[in-house]
């Protein structure tokens, strides 16, 4: 009897309350030995659901309908709010529901800041705090993880006990989030890591990560995971790489961009991922905006990434919208243009006229990096006499402001573009300024020294106005680029091989000649009024450090240099030099050789021996033609 009664009163708690209420109003004899009697009211369920499943149906609701308001309209209510006085405010009436405690708590991060130490120091928040650690388990996964970014938003202590068992929670949790959690709590702590316990949370979540990589299934969750933890996981990165490949033509723009600045950050050259994106973005319609253009050229030249067609839109696109470039991006974005050696015309002169227009908020570094990116294209604006003058009015008495390697750099440029005076080459050639570098072995150094060399070379062959300073002998022997050794291109070892038969007199021809002018000349010999090679043990080479002869050259005698120019010598897709080389022909010229040019575009023509040295011995001619007609 007592196995019927209960049987008989569970299934009666597991009726719906409209059968309850009906039930209540029958006899207890009517239940027990007669058929029911139907009631008036609709049964939301039949009697034989199980208590269980029942319960679970109705558990939201139950949740919702807290202090008699729904969850939906709760959330409307805070967010309508924005004031932190607000929302401590109303904290009281919600103290004893966590999830709603966390909410108020997320809102109050959206909408603080200033003041962040007075809010967390605040008894009503640590309040809040409290609930929240108290019914930490009843907390939803995806509000916990709000309400942790919310506290690292809050900038709160990392020693804070709140925190720590906030993080502990999460800790325990991670294998019942979902992907898409894991990528959001990945873009919430990563950043965020300091002690060894979030250090360590951080390398559970990217092995969590790594076992469920399958799992991603939108281009969000791909995004945060590459974002935040390839620098943790070079396993995660690689595997994400044919997740990027399936989902590529799903990005949107700003996705793309954060995809690749992230492969920038870890210096990660993926060549696929890098040639997928391109390619959606030029097939795509959608126009980018300039945030997006100035970060993905700085992403592209980082990673040295050139794609001519994307590149070819990003200048397209980026052209009228130079007004909404602040000077800062303006600096950065010719700058990534330069670094990949892409010239485009109309955006270069539309940079020059914003320079002279924004000329007074420019700072004086970002006018350097303007002069810096035009050098290394080997541009001169249209309106070249305003635009140098602006930049003499604006940096001649700024130059004492800028560190030495801006100093040279600035100065180096000015060479380059032929516009410099000797005012700045006084600057640069001071004890003061090269003695930064002596001794200094790193790349950076080694690179201004060679600038310098080279600055010191334009003030004795392009400037006779120029009264000195110069740099000390010392000096240009270290900043003399090295020796090519066994770093030869095939350009250059084809090059040598077909000078050895050409001149084949060992004495007649000399390799790899490193110059005072901070410039090395791939091979060297002098050929006499006939065209006959000369031996140059026996002449004085005032071009280099340590000359063997000292016998001046015949008269009607030619010094031949001979520059073989790469790939990279030129802008991308044209057959003009970069500034750097334009400068070394000038510079080798005015020295009083006879340069001989040997670019990569001609040479892969030649296929044959005999074909390469007949095209040698037809350049000789062509420039000993060239400076008779001079």
Known sequence: MAARLIQRCSRLLASSPSFQASSFSIPSECVRAGPLVQSPHPQSSPLHTPVLCRYTHSLPALQQKVNGQSEKDFLAMIQSMSEVEELLRISPEHSKNGNRAAAIINQIAKVTKTNREDVVN?????????????????????????????????RMDVKNHYLRSMETEVRWRLRKFSIELLGRLARVIVPHAQTEEQKALVLDLARSVELRWTEVKDTKTLVNVIYSLGQVSKTLLERMEDKVLEYAELFSPEESRTITMALAAQNWRSLPILRALSF?????????????????????????????????????????????????????????????RFFHLPLCEAIAQACVERSSSLTPAQLSNLILSFAHLNFLPSQQEEFFSMVVQRLSSELDSLSPAMLVDLVWSLCVLQLVTPA???????????????????????????????????????CPDYQGPLLPLSLVSTAAPPAAGSTLSSLQTELRNVLRYVLPDKDACNFNVKTIYGHQ????????????????CNFADPHVLHGVGTKVLPEGARRFAVKSWEFSSFCLRTKDLTGSHALCRRHLRAAGFLVLEVPFYEWQELKSEWQKSAFLKDQIKKVVAGAMSV
């Open 122 to 154: 605040d008894k009503r928040f640590g309040e809040l705090l409290s609930t929240v650690n108290r019914q930490i388990q009843m907390i939803w996964n995806a509000r916990l993880i709000s309400l942790l970014r919310s506290l690292y938003a809050l």
């Open 280 to 340: 959606h973005l030029v097939q795509r319609n959608t126009e980018l905006c300039p945030a997006v253009i100035v970060d993905l050229a700085y992403a592209y030249a980082k990673l040295n990434f050139s794609q001519h067609q994307v590149l070819q839109k990003m200048a397209s696109e980026l052209l009228p919208k130079m007004s909404e470039l602040s000077s800062k991006e303006l600096s950065g974005c010719i700058r990534s243009f330069s670094t990949l």
């Open 424 to 462: 700045f080459l006084q600057k640069a050639l001071e004890p003061q300024i090269y003695s930064k570098f002596m001794g200094d072995v790193s790349s950076k150094s080694t690179n201004h020294s060679l600038k310098l060399a080279q600055i010191n070379a334009s003030a004795q062959l392009e």
């Open 521 to 536: 000349i791939d091979a060297e010999f002098v050929l006499d009024s006939e065209n006959n090679p000369l031996a140059l």
